[in-house]
């Protein structure tokens, strides 16, 4: 089965302790990318890798890491949380996209909703 | 700069009236994609639908069904005679129809509750 998985689905830390967010599809694609979601204001891209070691900041880069060391792994790496990265975490990975189709373009994982005290 | 606006924060209605998700936005790219996505209560996010920029026909899912218009830069969305399990947020999105970062640009979402 195609998908995305993320781990862990839920985290409460407290502010400074550093911590990682997995995620891993099977499905071989080249791009994945991370985003957040808060209150009022939707879905917010963090950082995007177009492959293998090349990774790149989104909108809302600050306080985070990436790393792209294998093809299958995304994680996602706040080395010094804070209250204000309190959020719910997608993961997203996508493949070539069929132009004249009407499927989804990108697999999000499950979510990660984390607490930083 | 792309943008995706949902005028509409919240939504209450009563089972079995139907009810339009508005959905508004801007690019200047000549091809693209539209969204939607349902965020039940649990957290995951549902796809919905997809439409290319190049196909404005609308779209009948069952109870679900879409307007899109170029004219307006809407894709509006009507769940006809809506149900209790249809409560949820829901999003409308954005992309680029080409093969570099093309990340969603997400509207900030509609929160539908239907009373029983």
């Known amino acids: 089965e195609a998908q995305v998985t993320q781990n862990p689905r839920y985290l409460i830390t407290v502010t400074g302790k550093k911590l990682t967010v997995t995620c891993s599809q099977n499905?071989?694609?080249?791009?994945m990318s991370w985003y957040r979601q808060d209150p009022g204001l939707g879905l917010r891209q963090i950082y995007y890798?177009?492959?293998?070691?090349?990774?790149d900041k989104g909108d809302v880069p600050e306080g985070y890491k990436v790393s792209r060391k294998e093809k299958r792994n995304f994680p996602l790496i706040l080395e010094s949380p804070s209250p204000n990265q309190t959020s719910l975490y997608f993961c997203a990975s996508r493949g070539l996209v069929d132009v004249g189709s009407s499927t989804d373009t990108q697999y999000f994982g499950p979510g990660t909703r984390l607490t930083v005290l | 700069a792309q943008k995706v606006t949902q005028a509409q924060t919240e939504i209450s209605v009563v089972e079995k009236e139907d009810v339009t998700l508005d959905c508004v936005y801007e690019t200047r790219d000549t091809t693209y994609y539209l969204f939607w996505y349902k965020q039940p209560p649990s957290g995951e996010l549902v796809f919905l639908i997809r439409?290319?920029?190049?196909?404005?026909q609308n779209e009948i899912s069952g109870r679900y069904s879409w307007n899109f218009q170029k004219s307006t830069s809407s894709f509006n969305f009507t769940i006809t005679a809506s149900q209790v399990v249809d409560s949820a947020v829901y999003f409308c999105?954005?992309?680029?129809?080409?093969?570099?970062?093309?990340?969603?640009?997400f509207g900030k979402g509609t929160r539908l509750s239907v009373i029983a």
């Open positions: 999105a954005l992309s680029e129809a080409d093969s570099g970062n093309t990340p969603l640009v």
């Open positions: 890798s177009m492959n293998v070691e090349a990774t």
């Open positions: 499905m071989n694609h080249e791009y």
């Open positions: 439409r290319n920029s190049f196909d404005e």
